[in-house]
Structures are given as structure tokens and as C-alpha cells.
């Protein structure tokens, strides 16, 4: 049963999930080619942040395929698992995910230093992403210390600042007004193209999924590819 | 929109030909609709009739578009009228989608698929316009701004209506 278009860096096909009697992934359906945003969007409680979780190896489906450069997820250990999410993926959610206690170039240079990277040279990629992001003026400060639209952006940059080729977010500008919701939409899309990122955004905005290239939509745990049902 | 109106307060700065004034309004407000001769011509001899504009004086050669017009006292009281009163804020209460979704319950066909499908063609027009918006100056962006957040109103109307489908398939099937 995997069938998976030809050229996706990311795909996934008959993904079924449950939580005890709750049906959250019901055969969904999913690819994205690098460089392309992909908008997931469908109703609370669709399933939508299930097949994020999935597609990105934090939650293991019950069945069904996932392949990430034509590997298949299921076959990698744990520690392969892990590996890959840090190396390959970048994340962004709603909120809550910057440390608290680590100022914000800190918190951007994070996973340069969880991969090993020396202090000095991981600050110094975190600050060049900081500046992209429009917030190199922050550094010093704690995650405490900044507006919403800031701290988004700062998680913005952490999310970019391995050079990962998918970029996941969740709801990214959920906490945001409309102004700065954008604002850090434009910047996260132009980041993502010039790098050549795929982009698997979650949002149940349209102003914001309209930053997308094109939108699949998940209802009762399935998906539907609106490119090629129209 | 009134273009009368908008002529009018574009004259409020000093008087200007029929050609000038043509080119002022395209270039602020006709970005997809530039007017034709004709309009301004025929909009112009309306405010003359009715003394909000006065002909200052007339270049050499001929063509209504030589003349060039001056604001009365009358007209700018108008723009001031114009400006002050506030717009009838649409009822969008006739919605063709509304009777297709009842359409598709009544005859038993997928209403769900067809809210699919609208926010697809939705979301086509909102990614056309936030690609302007991306590489226009302030004034674009806030034309597109203006379109984006109607078809943003239409589509939180249609996840409302998905979510409510089974009670609305109810009601009109009774
Ligand atoms: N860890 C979990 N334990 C139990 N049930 C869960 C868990 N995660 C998700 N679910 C259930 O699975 C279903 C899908 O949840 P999911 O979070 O994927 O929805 P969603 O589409 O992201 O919704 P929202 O738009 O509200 O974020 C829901 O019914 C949810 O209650
Ligand atoms: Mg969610």
C-alpha cells in the first residue's frame, strides 16, 4: 500500500493513529516536495497536529508509511529517529517553546550546540538568522523580556538555524495579530524558499495558509489533497 | 464608488485638466479599472451642471480633456458631505453559497466536498493576492488587505457551516 508520488522528500500514505477509543488518523494521506509550504489545514480536532506529530517522528503511527527521502520511518532506531529530527527538521509551535532561562541568541543557538557546534561559531549562525528574522536587536534578552511576535520570530530562527529541510509548524502565528501573524509568515516563507525547505504548516487561518504553495484538508482523521481533487 | 465624488475631492488641491485629473485618479485608485475619456467627461459636465466644479480655463486645441476644472465652495461642502457620511455596510445576506450547500443536502449530494472545494478556489484568489501585496508599495497593500479579509469572512462562514452540515442537513431535509 505505499504509494508515494516520485520526487517528495516527505511522504506518507495510510497513516491510522488511535488514542484508546479515539480515532485520530484515519488513512491520511501526505507529501510535500523540498521547497514547497503545504498548508494543513480542517476543523479542531481533525487530526491535524497528529499527522504533524507523525510525519515528523514524534509519535509513531499504529499503521501505515512514512518515508523521508525514501527511507522509510519505521525502519530507523529511536536514536536514528532523534538524529534525524534534530539534523533534519526544524519546529515551530503556537507557544512555550523558547528556554526561559537562556537569552534569546542562546535559545536560537541551541540546536547548533546540541549537534555539537562550538559556542562562539553557534552564536554567531544564530545571530546571521536573527537578523533575517529581524530580531539581531534581542540577543541579550530573555524570552521573558520580548513581545509575542518577537518571541515567535526568535523561535522562527531557532527552527531555521540548523538548515533544516522540513520546517514544521503548528500553528505558528496562532498567538499573534494579524500584522505581526504575517509579518512572520512572510519572513518564515522567504527563509524557508531560499533555503529550499519544505514547509508543513498547520493553520486554521486563511490569511495565513494563503502563504502557502497549496492546502491539503483533514476531516475525521483523513486527508484530502485539494491540488488533485479540483 | 462614486467616481464624481472622487474627481471632486481630487480637485480639492487646485484646479486640473480633464487629462490630468484621468491620471491622478488611475494612478491612486483605478489599479485595476483605469477610467475611460468618456466617463470623466460626462462626470465633469454632471458637476458643472450642478456647480460643483467650474471650467478655469481652456488649453488650445480642442476635446473636453483641455479644460481645466476648479472645485466651487458647493463641491467642497459635497466632499465633505461625501466624506462624512458612512457607507451602507453591505448585508451579504444573498449568498449563492448558501443555496448551493442547501442544494447539495436536498438532493443528497456531498455539501462537505463542495466546501472543499469553494475554500480551494478561495484560497487560489487569497495566494494571488498576497503575492501582490508581498511585492506592492503600502497602497496595494492595503487594496489586497481589503479583498483578503472578505474572502477571509466567506471562509470563516464555510468552516462554520462544515461543522454545522449534519444539524443543517437535518433541518432542510425535514
Ligand atoms: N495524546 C493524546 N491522547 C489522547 N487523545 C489525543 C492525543 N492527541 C490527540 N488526541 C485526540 O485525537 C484527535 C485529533 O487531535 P489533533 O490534536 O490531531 O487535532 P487537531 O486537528 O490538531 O485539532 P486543533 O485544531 O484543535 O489543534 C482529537 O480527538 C484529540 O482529542
Ligand atoms: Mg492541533
Known amino acids: ?230 | 464608488m462614486s467616481i464624481g465624488h472622487t474627481l471632486l475631492g481630487l480637485l480639492e488641491s487646485g484646479p486640473r485638466h480633464g487629462y490630468d485629473l484621468k491620471r491622478a485618479f488611475d494612478e491612486k485608485f483605478g489599479h485595476d479599472r483605469p477610467l475611460h475619456y468618456g466617463q470623466v467627461y460626462s462626470t465633469m459636465s454632471r458637476l458643472l451642471k450642478n456647480g460643483l466644479v467650474e471650467v478655469d480655463g481652456i488649453e488650445a486645441g480642442d476635446g473636453p480633456e483641455r479644460k481645466r476644472y476648479a472645485i466651487t465652495d458647493a463641491g467642497v461642502s459635497d466632499v465633505a458631505l461625501w466624506l462624512a457620511t458612512p457607507e451602507k455596510p453591505e448585508p451579504y445576506l444573498q449568498s449563492t453559497l448558501y443555496t448551493k450547500v442547501v442544494l447539495a443536502l436536498l438532493t443528497h449530494r456531498n455539501a462537505a466536498d463542495l466546501l472543499d472545494t469553494q475554500r480551494s478556489e478561495h484560497l487560489r484568489m487569497m495566494r494571488i493576492l498576497t503575492d501582490r501585496k508581498r511585492n506592492g508599495d503600502l497602497a496595494d497593500q492595503l487594496i489586497c488587505d481589503h479583498a483578503l479579509f472578505h474572502l477571509e469572512a466567506d471562509l470563516r462562514w464555510l468552516e462554520l457551516t462544515a461543522a454545522r452540515l449534519d444539524k443543517l442537513a437535518e433541518a432542510v431535509t425535514r
Request: hydrophobic share 40%.
Open chain 1, 1 to 230: 500500500m505505499t504509494h508515494h508520488p516520485a520526487g517528495s522528500l516527505l511522504a506518507a500514505s495510510g497513516l491510522r493513529k488511535t488514542y484508546g477509543p479515539t480515532t485520530a488518523l484515519d488513512g491520511a494521506e501526505f507529501s510535500i516536495h523540498p521547497g514547497e509550504v503545504v498548508a494543513v489545514m480542517g476543523p479542531s480536532g481533525s487530526g491535524k497536529s497528529t499527522l504533524l506529530h507523525c510525519l515528523a517522528g514524534i509519535v509513531p503511527p499504529d499503521a501505515g508509511s512514512i518515508t523521508y527521502n525514501g527511507q522509510e520511518m519505521a525502519g530507523l532506531s529511536d536514536t536514528q529517529r532523534s538524529a534525524l529530527r534534530r539534523s533534519e527538521f526544524g519546529f515551530v509551535f503556537q507557544f512555550g517553546q523558547l528556554v526561559p532561562e537562556l537569552t534569546c541568541v542562546e535559545n536560537v543557538a541551541l540546536p547548533l550546540r546540541l549537534n555539537g557546534t562550538g559556542r562562539k561559531e553557534a552564536e554567531r549562525t544564530a545571530l546571521a538568522w536573527m537578523e533575517r528574522l529581524e530580531v539581531d536587536d534581542l540577543g541579550a534578552k530573555r524570552p521573558g523580556e520580548v513581545s509575542g511576535g518577537q518571541g515567535q520570530r526568535v523561535a522562527v530562527a531557532r527552527a531555521l538555524v540548523t538548515g533544516p529541510r522540513v520546517l514544521f509548524a503548528d500553528e505558528p502565528t496562532g498567538a499573534l495579530d494579524s500584522l505581526n501573524g504575517e509579518r512572520v509568515m512572510e519572513l518564515l516563507t522567504e527563509a524557508a524558499r531560499s533555503t529550499n525547505a519544505a514547509v508543513v504548516l498547520v493553520t486554521h487561518e486563511a490569511r495565513v495558509a494563503a502563504y502557502s504553495d497549496r492546502e491539503i484538508v483533514v476531516r475525521d482523521g483523513k486527508s484530502r489533497d485539494m491540488e488533485r481533487a479540483v
